[in-house]
C-alpha cells in the first residue's frame, strides 16, 4: 500500500514563501505521476501542480504559473512543491496524490490519481 505524508504547511504573510514535501513509501516512487491539490474551506479540491515519472515538464494551474515549481527527487522518493509571492487565497489544505500511470497525460483531474496524503494546511496571512 502507497503511502504519501506532507509537510512544510504553515502559517506565512502574503508574499512570503513556502515549501511542500510529500514522501512517498510502499511503492515504486519512480513510476508515479505526482501531483499537488489544495482545498480551500466550503470549496472542492483543486489542481495545482504535477510532475510525470519522468520529471518532465511539469504542469501549473493558472493561479501557481510563475509562482509555483514543482519538483521530485526519486532517489528520496520525495515531490515537493516550493511556493513563491503567496497570496491569502492560496490559503487551503494542500494534498500529494500519485497516480500509478505515470504518463504525463490528464494530470490535472483529481479521478486520476490513485493514492492522497492526509493534507497539510497552508495559510497566508494578509
Known amino acids: 500500500q502507497v503511502q504519501l505524508v506532507e509537510s512544510g504547511g504553515g502559517l506565512v504573510q502574503a508574499g512570503g514563501s513556502l515549501r511542500l514535501s510529500c514522501a512517498a513509501s510502499g511503492g515504486t516512487f519512480s513510476d508515479f505521476a505526482m501531483g499537488w491539490f489544495h482545498q480551500a474551506p466550503g470549496k472542492e479540491r483543486k489542481f495545482v501542480a504535477a510532475?510525470?515519472?519522468?520529471?518532465?515538464?511539469?504542469y501549473y494551474a493558472d493561479s501557481a504559473k510563475g509562482r509555483f515549481t514543482i519538483s521530485r527527487d526519486n532517489a528520496k522518493n520525495t515531490v515537493y512543491l516550493q511556493m513563491h509571492s503567496l497570496k491569502p487565497e492560496d490559503t487551503a489544505v494542500y494534498y500529494c496524490a500519485a497516480r500509478v500511470r505515470g504518463g504525463d497525460y490528464a494530470l490535472g483531474y483529481a479521478s486520476e490519481y490513485n493514492y492522497w496524503g492526509q493534507g497539510t494546511q497552508v495559510t497566508v496571512s494578509s
Open positions: 510532475i510525470s515519472w519522468t520529471g518532465g515538464t511539469p
